[in-house]
């Protein structure tokens, strides 16, 4: 390189740079670290080797430019791209070049020389391009262009011609359609059904394993789920960023969780935040892993909510140190797959494993608050989007992920897979603890119609019972139905409200005692069960 300097009197790439961020990155070596606070980003010039030499000091200079406008995550992918475009390989695999382009990749490699460079940069980019058009990925064009515009106003004696700069900046490409509308619309990777949200939170209740790995998992679906953020914004917390901001009175304690920001023009890991309100459930799961982080001593470095249990060498040697004990945006990820694995979850809509991401999560959280009726200003602020742009696609999904029809058939398949009945099925009354205790007894009186009372189970509470019988009562594991009890009747009269209510109210409305349902479908099955087992023995 040190020819190629001398002989077109080009200014030698720098050793360092301070980034937009204010951090200092090295560049002196062949792998370039960018300081990213959320993951491991690098770029490894070894691994572009066969890259001309013309070629690597013009993305060199290009990409030493960019780091003191945008992010070292942007700043990758943009290395990626143009690297990926010129030699036919696939951005996201930067090391692999298709076996189809390699013979093509290495002629250029040779051709681009200081005897005709303008010539073979031509045929190079034009090559990139129907590459690019036949992959049906014309989206990195934007970059790519970007790319050799600079570069011919810059670097215009490495062969970069402004002329072709001028026909590249005249070419139109149409936006290709949007991931998340895509996605959305896709059973795997769209937005959770609500039973499948049910199956959810049921399995947040019942995982009481206090094993640190579980309870971040657990931690990381249910902000997940609270907030609807990007999993970068989750890795940037900290313990310092749950506060209790009536600490000091004597009242009870009320909880916020300040948010990091990112993507944000001009702004840095942790530079600006959003304060959110707690609710209990989340205070507690929050707290629990506060409580199991405290055996990890951080040393110098901040404490972050969701920890590792050793330093990240990695970022010791960039200038992103101080995140030394945050998990990257990779673990997060991880820590809420690993929960569906570990806790089984079954679709009851798919009866296939239930797939959890966090953009599931993302998507749940969003489509959730459009049938809440949220405003679309209030949507993308809760979303952390600087306009309503991308929250319009949200609003076409209204409904589509409610179960619209649930009849008795419907109930009695699903119930087994939902597991929401968590009470004790007895013969009777003589059976049931507070059996004999009248002000104990659970009678059904009907819902929208009354029906003669109907004795159909027991309240086993010690104390005062804050629920509202019955529909409650088969939700409770303190339950106790009767075997003998008519529970069909029950199923078929709340079946029958449903129905009305749908007709009358809307279809958020009437899925409201979908959980009742189900649950009393699974007494259903279970006393048929019951039933057969005994006609059995008999």
Same mark, same amino acid.
């Given at each position: 390189?040190?020819?190629? !300097?001398?002989?077109?009197?080009?200014?030698?790439?720098?050793?360092?740079?301070?980034? +937009?961020?204010?951090? /200092?990155?090295?560049?002196?070596?062949?792998? @370039?670290?960018?300081?990213?606070?959320?993951?491991?980003?690098?770029?490894?010039?070894?691994?572009?080797?066969?890259?001309?030499?013309?070629?690597?000091?013009?993305?060199?200079?290009?990409?030493?430019?960019?780091?003191?406008?945008?992010?070292?995550?942007?700043? $990758?992918?943009?290395? *990626?791209?143009?690297?990926? $475009?010129?030699?036919?390989?696939?951005?996201?695999?930067?090391?692999?070049?298709?076996?189809?382009?390699?013979?093509?990749?290495?002629?250029?490699?040779?051709?681009?020389?200081?005897?005709?460079?303008?010539?073979?940069?031509?045929?190079?980019? +034009?090559?990139?391009?129907?590459?690019?058009?036949?992959?049906?990925?014309?989206? %990195?064009?934007?970059? !790519?262009?970007?790319?050799?515009?600079?570069?011919?106003?810059?670097?215009?004696?490495?062969?970069?011609?402004?002329?072709?700069?001028?026909?590249?900046?005249?070419?139109?490409?149409?936006?290709?359609?949007?991931?998340?509308?895509?996605?959305?619309? %896709?059973?795997?990777?769209?937005?959770?059904?609500?039973?499948?949200?049910?199956?959810?939170?049921?399995?947040?209740?019942?995982?009481?394993?206090?094993?640190?790995?579980?309870?971040?998992?657990?931690?990381?679906?249910?902000?997940?789920?609270?907030?609807?953020?990007?999993?970068?914004?989750?890795?940037?917390?900290?313990?310092?960023?749950?506060?209790?901001?009536?600490?000091?009175?004597?009242?009870?304690?009320? @909880?916020?969780?300040?948010?990091?920001?990112?993507?944000?023009?001009?702004?840095?890991?942790?530079?600006?935040?959003?304060?959110?309100?707690?609710?209990?459930?989340?205070?507690?799961?929050?707290?629990?892993?506060?409580?199991?982080?405290?055996?990890?001593?951080?040393?110098?470095?901040?404490?972050?909510?969701?920890?590792?249990?050793?330093? %990240?060498?990695?970022?010791?040697?960039?200038?992103?140190?101080?995140?030394?004990?945050?998990?990257?945006?990779?673990?997060?990820?991880?820590?809420?797959?690993?929960? $569906?694995?570990?806790?089984?979850?079954?679709?009851?809509?798919?009866?296939?494993?239930?797939?959890?991401?966090?953009?599931? !999560?993302?998507?749940?959280?969003?489509?959730?608050?459009? #049938?809440?009726?949220?405003?679309?200003?209030?949507?993308?602020?809760?979303?952390?989007?600087?306009?309503?742009?991308?929250?319009?696609?949200?609003?076409?999904?209204?409904?589509?992920?409610?179960? /619209?029809?649930?009849?008795?058939? $419907?109930?009695?398949?699903?119930?087994?897979?939902?597991?929401?009945?968590?009470?004790?099925?007895?013969?009777?009354?003589?059976?049931?603890?507070?059996?004999?205790?009248?002000?104990?007894?659970?009678?059904?009186?009907?819902?929208?119609?009354?029906?003669?009372?109907?004795?159909?189970?027991?309240?086993?509470?010690?104390?005062?019972?804050?629920?509202?019988?019955?529909?409650?009562?088969?939700?409770?594991?303190?339950?106790?139905?009767?075997?003998? *009890?008519?529970?069909?009747?029950?199923?078929?009269?709340?079946?029958?409200? +449903? #129905?009305?209510?749908?007709?009358?109210?809307?279809?958020?409305?009437?899925?409201?005692?979908?959980?009742?349902?189900?649950?009393?479908?699974?007494?259903?099955?279970?006393?048929?069960?019951?039933?057969?087992?005994?006609?059995?023995?008999?």
């Amino acid at each position: 390189m040190a020819v190629l !300097l001398q002989r077109f009197r080009l200014p030698q790439l720098p050793d360092c740079i301070v980034d +937009r961020d204010g951090r /200092k990155m090295d560049l002196s070596g062949s792998v @370039w670290k960018f300081n990213v606070a959320t993951g491991h980003v690098a770029v490894d010039w070894s691994n572009h080797a066969a890259c001309n030499i013309n070629l690597n000091y013009a993305v060199r200079r290009w990409a030493t430019l960019l780091l003191t406008r945008l992010s070292g995550v942007t700043v $990758a992918n943009g290395i *990626a791209t143009v690297i990926g $475009a010129l030699y036919g390989r696939p951005r996201n695999d930067p090391d692999v070049v298709s076996s189809e382009d390699e013979g093509t990749c290495q002629g250029h490699a040779a051709t681009v020389g200081p005897s005709s460079p303008r010539d073979a940069l031509l045929i190079l980019m +034009r090559s990139a391009i129907q590459r690019l058009r036949v992959r049906k990925k014309m989206d %990195d064009f934007y970059v !790519l262009r970007s790319w050799y515009i600079w570069c011919s106003e810059t670097l215009g004696c490495l062969g970069f011609d402004e002329e072709f700069a001028l026909e590249l900046d005249d070419i139109r490409v149409p936006a290709r359609p949007s991931r998340m509308a895509v996605e959305l619309e %896709d059973d795997e990777c769209g937005p959770l059904w609500d039973t499948e949200v049910t199956i959810l939170r049921r399995a947040l209740l019942e995982d009481d394993s206090m094993l640190r790995l579980h309870v971040m998992q657990r931690a990381a679906v249910v902000l997940s789920l609270a907030y609807g953020r990007n999993p970068s914004n989750f890795c940037l917390l900290r313990e310092e960023d749950l506060r209790n901001i009536l600490e000091g009175f004597n009242v009870p304690e009320q @909880w916020t969780l300040a948010v990091p920001r990112i993507k944000k023009t001009g702004i840095s890991a942790r530079q600006a935040f959003i304060e959110e309100g707690v609710s209990d459930e989340l205070a507690d799961h929050l707290h629990a892993l506060i409580s199991v982080n405290k055996s990890i001593d951080c040393g110098v470095c901040p404490r972050p909510l969701f920890m590792r249990s050793e330093v %990240d060498h990695w970022r010791q040697s960039t200038g992103v140190g101080e995140y030394g004990y945050h998990i990257t945006v990779e673990q997060f990820r991880a820590l809420i797959k690993q929960f $569906a694995v570990r806790m089984n979850l079954v679709s009851p809509r798919t009866e296939r494993a239930l797939r959890i991401t966090p953009r599931r !999560l993302r998507y749940t959280f969003a489509t959730t608050m459009v #049938e809440l009726g949220v405003s679309r200003k209030v949507l993308a602020s809760m979303l952390d989007h600087s306009d309503t742009q991308h929250v319009q696609v949200y609003y076409s999904l209204k409904g589509k992920r409610l179960t /619209k029809i649930l009849d008795r058939a $419907a109930a009695l398949k699903i119930a087994p897979l939902m597991k929401l009945f968590r009470g004790t099925l007895v013969p009777s009354a003589e059976s049931a603890v507070n059996g004999s205790n009248p002000e104990k007894s659970v009678r059904f009186v009907g819902d929208i119609s009354a029906v003669p009372p109907v004795e159909i189970g027991a309240c086993g509470q010690d104390r005062l019972c804050a629920l509202d019988p019955p529909f409650s009562c088969y939700r409770c594991p303190k339950f106790q139905p009767y075997v003998e *009890a008519d529970h069909q009747a029950v199923l078929n009269e709340l079946l029958a409200s +449903r #129905e009305y209510r749908q007709t009358k109210y809307g279809l958020r409305v009437s899925i409201q005692l979908d959980d009742v349902i189900y649950a009393i479908a699974q007494v259903v099955r279970e006393v048929d069960e019951y039933v057969g087992r005994k006609g059995h023995q008999t």
